[in-house]
C-alpha cells in the first residue's frame, strides 16, 4: 500500500535555531500534502496544505514565515520550523494524496522538543 | 460551530466486549466522506474504516463498523469483541466535498482503555 517516509521522528533543538521535517511519498505521487500539528492529548490541527509546485495555503492563525512549506516534487514536502521556541515543541504529521484523491497516507510524525 | 464532535473523551470498555465511539457532523455538502483512525501512544496515525455519503450501506472492517445515521449526521464507530491492543486515542474526520486537495478536519478524539 502507499507509504509516507516522515523524518526525523524526534528532534530535540535549541531555542532560535531551525528544524526541517521531510514528508517522503515512497510509491505513489503526492500531489497534495497536509501539514498537521498535534499538542498532547489533543486533535489534529491543519496548518497548511500545500500542492506540488505551488505555494502552500496556511491555515488562519499559522505563521507562514515561521513554518516555511516546500514541495517541490511530487515525492517531497518539508516543513521547516524557523527560529523555533519552547512553544513550538509539539507533534508534528504530514498527510499526503495523489490525484485521484483515494485516502489519505500519514507519516509517522515528528516529536519537535525546543529547549 | 465544531464539524466534528466526539462527546467522549475516555472510554473504557472490558476485553473481549463490543464498544461504540460516538461521532456526530456538520456540514452542508452532499458529498462527503468520513472517517475513523487509531492513533496509538507511538503517534502514527492508523486507518480503520470510511464511509462516503453517498453509502447506503454501513461500512465494515473486520472487528471495525460504522453505524452510519445520515439524518441524525451520526458516524459511530463500534468496536467488536475487544483486544488489549485496542487500547488508544481514536479520531473521527471529515472530508468535505470532492477532490485531492480537500483536506480532514478530526474532531477531539476519544481515549479508549481495553480492560483485562
Known amino acids: 500500500g502507499a507509504v509516507v517516509s516522515q523524518h526525523p521522528s524526534r528532534v530535540i533543538c535549541k531555542s532560535g535555531t531551525s528544524v526541517k521535517i521531510e514528508c517522503r511519498s515512497l510509491?505513489?505521487?503526492?500531489?497534495?500534502m497536509f501539514w498537521y500539528r498535534q499538542f498532547p492529548k489533543k486533535s489534529l490541527m491543519l496548518m497548511a496544505t500545500?500542492?506540488?509546485?505551488?505555494?502552500?495555503?496556511?491555515e488562519q492563525g499559522v505563521e507562514k514565515d515561521k513554518f516555511l512549506i516546500n514541495h517541490a516534487s511530487l515525492t517531497l514536502s518539508t516543513l521547516t520550523v524557523t527560529s523555533a521556541h519552547p512553544e513550538d515543541s509539539s507533534f508534528y504529521i504530514c498527510?499526503?494524496?495523489?490525484?485521484?484523491?483515494?485516502?489519505?497516507?500519514f507519516g509517522s510524525g515528528t516529536r519537535l522538543t525546543v529547549v | 460551530a465544531q464539524k466534528i464532535t466526539q462527546t467522549q473523551p475516555g472510554m473504557f470498555v472490558q476485553e473481549k466486549e463490543a464498544v461504540t465511539l460516538d461521532c456526530t457532523y456538520d456540514?452542508?455538502?452532499?458529498?462527503?466522506?468520513l472517517f475513523w483512525y487509531k492513533q496509538p501512544s507511538s503517534g502514527e496515525m492508523i486507518f480503520l474504516i470510511y464511509q462516503g455519503s453517498y453509502d447506503e450501506q454501513n461500512a465494515t472492517e473486520g472487528r471495525y463498523s460504522l453505524n452510519f445515521q445520515k439524518a441524525r449526521k451520526s458516524a459511530n464507530l463500534v468496536i467488536s469483541a475487544s483486544q488489549l491492543g485496542d487500547s488508544a486515542m481514536y479520531f473521527c474526520a471529515m472530508r468535505e466535498g470532492s477532490g485531492s486537495a480537500r483536506q480532514l478536519t478530526f474532531g477531539s478524539g476519544t481515549q479508549l482503555t481495553v480492560l483485562p
Open positions: 498527510s499526503a494524496r495523489d490525484a485521484k484523491g483515494y485516502g489519505y497516507t
Open positions: 456540514t452542508s455538502d452532499q458529498s462527503y466522506g
Open positions: 510509491d505513489f505521487q503526492a500531489t497534495t
Open positions: 500545500s500542492n506540488e509546485g505551488s505555494k502552500a495555503t496556511y
